[in-house]
């Protein structure tokens, strides 16, 4: 494989540029830039992607970017989507006015779903999201009595057809519950052999949480794979699933390997309880998923004035150490009827909502966009550092706020090492 140079690139707050070394898949070094006096031919990719001749000639050659003091991150994560769910607004007959409606809707448009719609529906949401950066995400798969395994289907085909682009993990998610769902057990166990990766759940469907997480729990024991759960996706102080979630994955030897969404109750509970929460919550080493488009578009419509912004406390969470991160949940849909795929337009409105304005507030939403996301979906080698898979994206800024006041297209994605199209073209230079 081609080796590639990206010089002068921004990996830091810092003035300091550095070069980065591409061999086959990886990142083989870091460096700070230095200049060199080597004489080089211009070329872009466009070029390299039109002509046959300098692909051929590419193999033994080393591509060298000067990136111009761009910013260069590790490939941007999307931890939480539901894609055979995307993209539905010219379906729905009217628009939710609340979480059970918006479930309600969308459990009715699930008995026109065909493998072949759910597989091309996701398709264009994982090409928006790659085109944005998402070089690695997971999505939630719905298996129930409508559905069967058809949405589990597709989404293993859409994972194999996309590698070139992501990398995808899927949650086998009972979104109509387990013990309401009957043969939902079977379902799901039948999930894990066909390759699930992760194992799902939700506080807010069946009557008894302590019998539905006790099957999620022994399921992902069995099967030695992570869990994610939805949880409190409500404004009621009353509701702490989490906490029973908590102590389930301390009983169970599961910390780190948890993640839950939503969990907006937290923000309805007085700060003294809330913060009594979140140290259990981080003692539990939980991860925790803000979905803020969903959160404030659904939560709040009770109140009728002192509205609530109706997302969970990101700061007081962060405080105790939880590891709190931000994902898109629904693209286009009776959850979320706006979004693009691009996780920056996230972080801006999480931003405004959570009162992250500063500058180090961006650089945290960067860091929960790169390297929080990554914790919590246990990737090892990923990263900038000499040795870890090679998902990189440039942006044409110098600073992370200036990323996230103007939320730029790339001008390049990498994805294990190979340079994705781009309507951007980059100028290359070639040894």
Not at 33 to 44: A, K, P, Q, W, Y
Not at 119 to 136: A, H, M, P
Request: proline share 4%; hydrophobic share 40%.
């Amino acid at each position: 494989m081609t080796s590639q140079i990206i010089r002068n690139c921004r990996i830091s707050e810092s003035n300091e540029l550095h070069d980065l070394w591409i061999r086959d898949e990886k990142i083989e070094r870091i460096m700070p830039s230095t200049l060199d006096g080597e004489s080089i031919v211009d070329i872009r990719l466009t070029d390299i992607e039109e002509d046959e001749e300098q692909r051929a000639r590419l193999p033994g050659q080393t591509l060298t970017l000067d990136a111009q003091g761009a910013l260069l991150l590790p490939g941007l994560i999307e931890p939480h989507i539901h894609l055979e769910k995307a993209l539905l607004l010219d379906r729905m007959s009217g628009d939710a006015a609340s979480l059970q409606e918006a479930i309600s809707m969308t459990a009715a448009l699930k008995a026109g779903f065909t493998e072949e719609d759910m597989i091309e529906r996701s398709v264009e949401v994982i090409n928006k999201l790659s085109g944005y950066g998402v070089t690695q995400l997971r999505c939630h798969v719905e298996v129930d009595p409508m559905l069967q395994l058809r949405a589990m289907s597709s989404a293993l085909e859409v994972k194999e057809r996309m590698r070139s682009k992501v990398d995808m993990q899927i949650v086998v998610f009972p979104q109509e519950g387990i013990a309401s769902a009957p043969g939902t057990v079977e379902l799901m166990e039948e999930a894990v052999r066909m390759g699930a990766d992760v194992i799902g759940g939700i506080t807010y469907v069946d009557p008894d949480l302590e019998e539905h997480s006790k099957f999620v729990f022994e399921l992902a024991e069995r099967s030695n794979l992570p869990i994610d759960f939805h949880a409190d996706f409500s404004l009621n102080p009353e509701d702490a699933g989490i906490i029973h979630i908590a102590r389930k994955t301390v009983e169970y030897g599961y910390q780190g390997n948890v993640s839950a969404g939503h969990v907006t109750s937290l923000a309805a509970m007085s700060r003294e309880k809330a913060s009594l929460y979140a140290g259990q919550i981080a003692e539990a080493g939980l991860h925790l998923m803000t979905l803020p488009a969903t959160d404030l578009y659904l939560n709040g419509r009770g109140d009728d004035y002192n509205v609530r912004r109706g997302i969970a406390p990101i700061g007081l969470l962060r405080d105790h150490g939880v590891n709190v991160i931000y994902g898109s949940n629904n693209i286009q849909n009776a959850f979320t009827p706006f979004g693009s795929g691009n996780p920056l337009d996230v972080a801006w409105l999480l931003g405004h909502a959570a009162f992250m304005g500063s500058r180090k507030d961006t650089e945290t939403l960067v860091e929960m966009a790169t390297y929080g996301a990554a914790k919590a979906l246990g990737l090892r080698d990923y990263g900038l550092w000499a040795g870890a898979q090679a998902d990189l994206v440039m942006f044409p800024v110098q600073s992370k706020r200036q990323l996230i006041i103007e939320r730029p297209r790339p001008i390049g994605v990498w994805k294990r090492g190979c340079l994705l199209a781009n309507e951007n073209s980059l100028e290359w230079r070639m040894k």
